[in-house]
């Protein structure tokens, strides 16, 4: 079974700062893929990063950022320079059965404050 | 180019009646997916199409929904005698190389 744990229900950051979320998951595939998405008030689903496990690399996107610890399982979202609209709820999600349903963790919520 | 969108935006029904649920994809996309969200929670698999074909029907909480698909297109996800359990918002992504991009959700709330 894959899992995906989100330890954090709710983060806060004020503008300009650093912020890191937590994701940690379980999966007994050797490849799958790891994704953060934004999901605002509008409940509209925005994908912000992807990790492919195969790679060693940290994905990174303009101010977003991961961590990727493949052998501790874990998968982080770093977000730089916070803005305003980042606050939103953050999800962590999985797929190892290439093509098939992603596994999201319960989500974080982000408060970004001036 | 134009994202996913489902229809209605928002549906309120009283309990026992049936509702249908739209969702349109991304142009060419041959993968479609439908997930529930809860109140607060994260994202519950449904079901996943490839092409009109439905090979992974797990999620479906109870023989109360279906699901289809036609002409590798739009798809209607069907609940039958509708609960006050089954509000929620209803997402539908159609997918491509491993990425899935989401629809806006019709959120049902039953009554």
């Known amino acids: 079974a894959q899992t995906v744990t989100q330890s954090q229900p709710e983060m806060s950051v004020q503008e300009a700062e650093t912020v890191t979320l937590s994701c940690t998951y379980d999966t007994s595939e050797s490849d799958y893929y790891l994704f953060w998405y934004k999901q605002p008030p509008s409940r509209q689903m925005i994908l912000v990063i992807r990790q492919e496990a195969y790679k060693q690399q940290n994905a990174t996107e303009n101010r977003f950022s991961v961590n990727f610890q493949k052998a501790a399982k874990s998968f982080s979202l770093k977000i730089s320079d916070s803005q305003l609209g980042d606050a939103a709820m953050y999800f962590c999600?999985?797929?190892?059965?290439?093509?098939?349903?992603?596994?999201f963790g319960k989500g974080t919520s982000l408060l970004v404050t001036p | 180019g134009a994202g996913v969108s489902q229809s209605p935006s928002n549906k309120v029904t009283e309990k026992g009646k049936d509702v249908e649920l739209r969702c349109d994809p991304i142009s060419g996309h041959t993968a479609l997916y439908w997930y529930r969200q809860s109140l607060g929670q994260g994202l519950e698999f449904l079901i996943y199409f490839q092409g009109n074909s439905a090979p992974d029907k797990s999620g479906l909480p109870s023989d109360r929904f279906s699901a289809e698909r036609t002409g590798g297109s739009v798809s209607t996800l069907t609940i039958q005698r509708t609960q006050q359990e089954d509000s929620a918002v209803y997402l539908c992504a159609s997918g491509v190389d491993n990425e899935q991009f989401f629809g806006p959700g019709t959120r049902l709330t039953v009554l």
């Open positions: 999600a999985l797929d190892s059965n290439s093509g098939y349903a992603l596994n």
